[in-house]
């Protein structure tokens, strides 16, 4: 007899509402402190937007030796650019619909941008705004009033004391009620009764003057180009021990120059759609909870073309069985 059969919940929770999936959990997962949860997330939530029209130079967070090409021979360069950075094709509604409720968001501001407008990057520039992106967050929450989402910025370029400030008084004004200051405990119950359904974490030091902020999520970054040595690294991990609250364990595969350059006709796409069974596999065996060896947040790139989100939402049986 399975878990959710013996707790009279007659489905697999792969089966629930992909956009609504947290408003059908059943009851007995409602009180869980979320960061004990299954939950899945996009890495580099905002790249399916990147500026191909945009002159600026490849941002400082890719290899040197692409950095000075892309100066002399920015034309040849910047397609294997755009090629490998791009890690998710679809907009953030259809990220969220999809189930997603973890957004990976890397912050910049544009060079010799005279304006306060903020972007994503990866390589290269977002066209789409920071302000405009979290409006459709916003809009999105709204029609899903039950669904709650995790909005990690981190990685900031570029951004002054006073762009951070105006960065934070954004996501507020956005935001305004649904934005949950930092508590002890979380779980579905409370913040659904406190109308909550955005938690932000912030990884600068400007978070200890916010009540709205919440503390840097960690992220397991395995840093590697095969699926086997991503799992053999986030075993690693798990042995040394769950981190408190919030963590992400990270299965997003990495390019090096050295990878681009050996596989000139590929992309990152490429890469990842190849490796997800095998990742799939290693997901499918992992548990929630506040235990030595479990997982909270699975995060992966091209999050709508494969099976994560509903393997890893199928993870919280394990917590239904357990009880």
């Not at 899945?40 to 500026?51: E, F, I, K, M, Q």
């Not at 890719?62 to 950095?67: H, I, R």
């Not at 679809?90 to 409720?101: F, H, S």
């Amino acid at each position: 007899m399975s878990a959710v059969e013996t707790t009279g919940f007659k489905r697999s929770l792969r089966d629930l509402p992909a956009d609504n999936w947290m408003s059908h959990l059943p009851r007995a997962l409602w009180d869980v402190p979320l960061c004990n949860l299954a939950i899945p997330g996009s890495h580099n939530t905002v790249t399916y937007c990147l500026d191909k029209n945009n002159r600026s130079p490849v941002d400082l967070t890719q290899p040197d030796m692409l950095q000075k090409l892309d100066k002399y021979m920015k034309p040849l360069i910047r397609p294997f650019v755009y090629k490998w950075a791009i890690t998710q094709e679809c907009g953030v509604k259809e990220q969220l619909d999809a189930g997603v409720r973890y957004c990976d968001l890397r912050i910049a501001h544009r060079p010799n941008d005279h304006s306060n407008d903020l972007y994503f990057y990866h390589g290269v520039y977002t066209t789409v705004t920071v302000e405009d992106f979290l409006k459709e967050i916003r809009e999105w929450l709204d029609s899903h009033p039950r669904e709650v989402v995790i909005l990690s910025f981190s990685h900031f370029l570029g951004l002054s004391q006073e762009l951070h400030r105006l960065l934070i008084e954004t996501i507020k004004n956005v935001f305004i009620t649904k934005l949950c200051p930092k508590m002890e405990s979380i779980n579905l119950r409370n913040l659904w009764q406190l109308g909550y359904q955005v938690i932000v974490s912030y990884e600068h030091n400007v978070l200890d003057h916010y009540d709205e902020l919440w503390a840097p999520i960690p992220y397991w970054w395995a840093n590697k180009c095969k699926a086997e040595a991503l799992i053999e690294e986030l075993e690693c991990r798990k042995q040394r021990g769950r981190p408190e609250g919030f963590f992400v364990a990270g299965i997003n595969l990495t390019e090096d120059l050295k990878y681009i350059c050996s596989h000139p006709t590929e992309s990152l796409k490429d890469l990842v759609m190849s490796t997800y069974p095998d990742l799939l596999e290693w997901v499918k065996v992992q548990y929630p909870g506040s235990g030595a060896g479990s997982i909270n947040i699975i995060a992966g790139d091209f999050i709508t073309e494969s099976q994560l989100v509903p393997t890893v939402i199928a993870l919280n049986e394990y917590l239904l069985w357990a009880q």
